[in-house]
């Protein structure tokens, strides 16, 4: 009898939560819409809010960069102020050097069927297989292949790397 009572307590309780999930859903699919405005309708009070500005303490060193941190980074709000006469920042600002990777030359591969020799090369710890004229990074071609010296270029810039 004890099971019996009990399950009907479970069935009076149970419909008792479906109801309430039932009204729930059917107020949100057929409740009622906000007031739409007239198109001349005007507002008395116009609730704004006032702009909300953040500074950023960017002084911390870049994960994605080998530099060394500087502790007097400019914070992002302050915007540089641009220079009274053009031609002075130019002039004040040289071009960056462009920086050559770490590059050695370890030797010569030759194939008997093929005229192009086959360089292999280090270029910052990574090894590559490399024939004239392929490119090891952005703009950095291979000019020549000799058994004792390896010519790279980038732009109008070349250096001759010695085999190790």
């Keep these: 009898m004890k099971s019996k009572a009990l399950t009907y307590v479970m069935l009076v309780v149970v419909g008792i939560i479906w109801y309430q999930v039932f009204f729930r859903v059917k107020n ?16 008395e009070q116009v609730n704004a809010m006032a702009r909300d500005t953040v500074d950023l303490q960017v002084n911390y060193r870049d994960p994605f960069r080998y530099e060394k941190m500087t502790t007097n980074l400019p914070l992002l ?3 540089p102020k641009p220079p009274a006469n053009p031609r002075a920042a130019m002039n004040r600002n040289p071009k960056p ?7 050695s030359y370890h030797g010569l591969i030759r194939n008997r069927k093929s005229s192009k020799p086959l360089a292999l090369i280090r270029v910052d710890g990574l090894v590559y297989n490399l024939r004239l004229g392929d490119e090891i990074f952005n703009s ?13 270029k980038y732009k109008k810039l070349e ?3 010695e085999r190790k």
């Design 28 to 43: 949100n699919l057929l409740g009622e819409d906000d007031t739409i405005p007239n198109p001349n309708q005007s507002f």
């Design 159 to 161: 250096k001759t790397v």
């Design 97 to 103: 050097q462009f920086a050559w990777p770490n590059i």
């Design 140 to 152: 950095i071609y291979i000019k020549s292949i000799e058994p004792e010296m390896l010519t790279i």
């Design 77 to 79: 709000s302050e915007s």
